[in-house]
């Protein structure tokens, strides 16, 4: 199947670490192989839904994507934020899971996402398209390095007090990551009460430990 691209979503195909390697020509070709289809979401609506069906890797084109999951209490937790050449659904697509264990929802104007079909990605080719082993080469490095932020975040969420939390993100993410999240964001992502997070945010402020809004 073939796709209208404009330059942005040319610009986020060719940054797009799933598509490492190949030329422009080379990545519309392989989208035209295995891609599923091109969707648009409005703000705030679902691309995924915690324990619902799964069965694509997506590329966000343009805007960004929400991914949270709910616990066991009913909190909503926000697992990350990603956009405009970042994939989603990699790791468990892969790992053989149909159900998603996780949400994913477009975040400010919207988002324009790429679904690629995981099984033509990694079925038998049959116009034997010489693409194809580099993208599987690059999604493992996609899962790989999924793997890592998942273990620098859970290392963040073992710290036992907020300020702990907060210094432990700021160190591992850089201070512009939370300065792209909103408090409510922030303490989701954290699983910290709002208010105590605010105010120990304020404190550290005050103390000049970093320059946090």
Do not use: W
Request: proline share 2%.
């Amino acid at each position: 199947m073939k796709y209208q691209f404009d330059k942005t979503d040319l610009a986020a195909l060719l940054s797009c670490g799933l598509f490492g390697g190949l030329t422009e020509a080379e990545i519309l070709a392989a989208v035209s192989c295995v891609g599923k289809d091109v969707m648009r979401y409005g703000r705030r609506e679902m691309i995924l839904s915690e324990g619902g069906a799964a069965d694509f890797i997506g590329v966000v084109l343009s805007g960004g994507v929400q991914i949270s999951r709910v616990d066991i209490d009913g909190h909503k937790e926000i697992i990350g934020l990603i956009g405009p050449k970042d994939i989603f659904a990699e790791a468990f697509v892969c790992a053989g899971e149909r159900i998603s264990p996780v949400s994913a929802a477009a975040e400010g104007a919207g988002a324009k996402v790429l679904r690629i079909d995981y099984t033509k990605l990694t079925a038998v080719c049959p116009s034997a398209c010489g693409f194809h082993s580099q993208i599987i080469k690059n999604l493992v490095t996609a899962v790989a390095r999924k793997n890592l932020y998942l273990q620098k975040r859970l290392e963040i969420l073992s710290r036992r007090t907020t300020r702990e939390k907060l210094a432990a993100y700021y160190q591992a993410f850089g201070q512009g990551a939370a300065h792209s999240l909103t408090h409510e964001e922030l303490a989701d992502y954290l699983c910290l009460n709002r208010s105590a997070m605010s105010r120990e945010i304020s404190c550290m402020k005050k103390e000049g430990i970093f320059p946090v809004r």
